[in-house]
């Protein structure tokens, strides 16, 4: 079953960004059956915990590593410090499309 296929009808009704966008607190209409699908609070919450932790060790890692290469303050350690803040996301995007089911909305 595809990670955005609707939990009443069945069908793969949603696109990568709705559900990307769809976070703990929101809800999506089918457009096919009308159901209303939410992501699971626990899982989603642990997914974005997961990027902020991830992100936070990765930029902690770039300033370190700006400070031993002498970058900080210079446009090259901004670069490294970009680059710590946007690679860590690509996986866990990866992460909440594949392992964060669509479940019917338990409030309508
Ligand atoms: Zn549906």
């Not at 990027?51 to 490294?80: E, K, M, T």
């Amino acid at each position: 079953m595809s990670p955005l296929t609707c939990p009443q009808c069945q069908r793969a009704t949603f696109s990568f960004w709705q559900k990307q966008q769809l976070g703990p607190s929101g809800t999506l209409q089918c457009p096919a059956c009308g159901a209303r699908v939410e992501v699971p609070t626990g899982r989603a919450m642990a997914c974005i915990l997961g990027f902020v932790l991830i992100d936070a060790l990765a930029v902690i890692a770039a300033s370190l590593i700006n400070q031993r290469l002498g970058y900080a303050g210079q446009w090259q350690g901004s670069l490294i410090t970009a680059a710590a803040l946007l690679l860590p996301g690509i996986p866990l995007i990866w992460a909440y499309y594949r392992f964060v089911p669509l479940q019917l909305a338990s409030t309508p």
